[in-house]
């Protein structure tokens, strides 16, 4: 039996009277009906669906208005055709009806008399002189950017740092940072959730919200990070705060959930992040990392390498993910755009193989595009290898178990469609091969020696985000020490070069809001990982 009216016993039941004794009869209860998806519910109990979302959204609008909210709200109600404001104890919840639909009407006549008014002031201007002419045209620019703010920044709390950003991540949008691991992605995220914290032109004064799909949250790192760092200990101890500013920075102020899998990792962002949305004061929504459930969910196979079949699944799978992935963008920019915050997202990367690479165990030992050696290979990633129809000799060599020996582990071969005469092939400037170093952060000098690298998620995602910041890094080797002198002969053998240090920089790809970053490490902005979080290193001279 279900527990409805226990929980809310003036639940409007005339309206869903039809519904009841099914949902009744099926023993659903309350946290059922909020935490299944009414398409599930609507095939157990053979209901039609939209009846059961607006019974759903009953619940739901019951709970809210049970619920004590943090602040008095005060809403202009319709009462039987009169508008009165709270609402009255002694009225079903059903009759009650929140007049937003007056209030946007009043909205929009207010806003026609505006437009009215303005016209009359463009008419009576358009008499003057071309000075007064000026001046209306100035004020009309400035009111219009009035109407639509710039977005806020939350600082990286280094200067260094800031300024490729344009200040910071700003909000209202989809931030992703890359990198290798142990490029610092973490760490930039963890100074973000204390940054937002801060009152402006630092952060925000507000809370974050962090979901790790790989590990908890590192509350270790944020005490260190708090009692190092010089700005979250001056704000600690600035008693002059005003009232606006209170909020200091503290673990307390960081909401953390972990998401192992995607199943949990979907219902909360649909479900259970826009509820937080609207109860906490939440400016910052971080997610470490956007790529774990994803990858470990759709790149599964079970069948070999070389199969039709695995080919086949392979092909659904990543059709499935790109649909996927084109939900949960839009789902993190209506959070974004709706409650006025940033969104940061960390994302994995993964090995770009030339072409040439692939297609070396197809081909006969030797045998190069044209003739040309190394020197006329095009770098390539996996997913255009898979729209580029395999070479003739390809098709006459001989096998791939043959060609190789027993101990080596072959790459797979990426699945390929036949050829087809009635299709040219594409221009090379139109080839993902050619655009990708624009939008990757990897590629973008074509005379670098260095590995490539590709974000993962591929193309599907870059296009849901709008701003990618790649953190690179690079080893710094040194002469190891000797300690004692040799003893014997074989001793004194010069070893190799050691690992020292990393050096590391901040990248920008693309973004709304700055400009991008010159080709490889031109423009971009050498750090370092300090007890405090992240230092911007000067460059050298």
Partial sequence: MTDLLTILPTFPQAAFATLLPVIEQHRLSTTDLLALHPADIAKQTRLPLLDLKRFIAAVQVSLSDDLVPREPLRELVTWHGEVNEGVQPDVDPGELVVAAAVAEEADEAEAAERQQKGKEQEEGAEQGENGVKGEKQEEARSGSSSILPPPSRISTLDPLLDVPLAGGIPTSSITEITGESGAGKTQLLLTLCLAVQLPPPHGLSKQALYISTESGLATRRLAQMLSSHPLLQQSKDDSNASPSSRLRP???????????????????????????????????????????????????????????????????NMAARSAALVRLGALLRDLARRHDIAVVVANQVADRFPSSVLRQPLTPAGATRGGKGHAGTIQDSPLASRNRPPPPSALQSTPLSSSLSPSSSPLPPPPFFPPTDDQPPA????????QQRWFTGWGDDPRSNRALKTPSL????????????????????GRPRQMIAPMEADDGVEVGATLRNWRRWLKVVFASHAAASGPELADATEFEVFAGGLRGVRPRK
């Fill in 427 to 434: 221009h090379p400037a139109l080839r993902l091969d050619h």
């Fill in 250 to 316: 503290s673990l307390d102020n960081i909401l953390s959930t972990v998401t192992p899998d995607l199943e949990s990792q979907d219902h909360i962002l649909e479900y259970q992040v826009p509820v937080l949305l609207a109860r906490h004061n939440i400016g910052l929504l971080v997610i470490d990392s956007v790529a774990a459930n994803y990858r470990a969910e759709f790149e599964r196979g079970d069948h070999g390498p070389t199969s039709s079949t695995s080919s086949s699944s392979y092909a659904a």
């Fill in 458 to 477: 591929g193309l599907v995602w870059s296009t849901q985000i709008s701003c990618r910041i790649v953190l690179l890094k690079r080893p710094v080797y």
